[in-house]
């Protein structure tokens, strides 16, 4: 059984480089069948593969998916081969490192659809394969060629609005999961897994292969490899340590039920029922007094050791400034209205 498969359109550059490839109904672990069906019309050989398509054999597989009952997928190559667009199929037996920007759009569009959770799929070494685009009102453009792009819509009376310089387009461009809010959708990227009942207003920022599991309210940021646990908010302006922003190899997470205040930030990964007060930022090596439940210091650790634990609430002493831990007896509640994506 192969890993993923999906029919996608993309863009080229002038060099005929893929510059992005959009999949509109990606598949997980295909069938056998399936993959037959490749290897007989697409001339497909085992291993991951993308394999540009024409017109002629879009329809030819079209035909062999229709028949396999594949009736979606049919439909979907169909269209394709009316496409102005450079079509491409992609064929990934394992989840090994891709070695084309096609693979990477394909393991990012798994994400973005919910096939597959972050941590979950092979992603190293995908920035050598995402060229640095302009991402504008009339599609991903090769740098190199965005000024005479410009130009001439210039002379024909448009203007090219360039929205971005980026690897990484918006989410939106190519997914919209079911069941979300997304206030500013230039703030998602691909590859970003979110729940069915998150709300991300304007100030929240969600990276690829991160994401919320479901109904939370987000308006800080949540950097690349971390997952936010159902229930959990994170106030405005506050932040989570990626693995991509001095986080290293630990991998950030929060628990269910948590709120991160406004401004606030973590750098380890909480349990459930947490909270950190509003501008209270907690890395790693932050010390940290636990008290018992008569505020009567017990230890100082470094925050560290309270990975992962449960019912915790971090604040600063007022007096002191040192950082404070207690059992947090509340759990946050959310309210059901103000997450109401429906």
Known sequence: ????????????????????????????????????????????????????????????FANALRQLGQ????????????SKRPVVVTILATDDTAS???????KLHLISHRL???????????????????????????????????LQARIEGRTLEVKSIDKFPQMTDYVVPKGVRIADTSRVRLGAYVGEGTTVMHEGFINFNAGTEGTSMIEGRISAGVMIGKGSDLGGGC??????SGGGNIIISVGENCLLGANAGIGIPLGDRCTVEAGLYITSGTKVALLDDNNALVEVIKARDLAGKNDLLFRRNSQTGAVECKTNKSAIELNEELHANN
């Open 1 to 60: 059984m192969s890993f993923a498969f999906g029919i996608g359109i993309g863009s080229q550059n002038n060099q005929g480089e893929w510059l992005e490839v959009y999949y509109q109904q990606p598949i997980m672990t295909p069938g056998k069948d399936l993959i037959d069906v490749v290897e007989t019309a697409l001339d497909y050989n085992g291993g991951n593969q993308a394999i540009s398509v024409q017109s002629e054999q879009l329809a030819k």
């Open 71 to 82: 009736t979606d997928q049919a439909k979907l190559a169909e269209s394709a081969a009316q």
């Open 100 to 106: 084309s920007t096609p693979e990477v759009y394909l």
């Open 116 to 150: 597959a959770k972050p941590h979950s799929l092979k992603l190293d070494g995908i920035f050598g394969l995402l060229p640095n685009l302009a991402w504008t009102n009339e599609g991903a453009i090769d740098l190199n060629e965005l000024p005479a792009r410009q």
């Open 239 to 244: 932040s989570t340590m990626g693995t991509l």
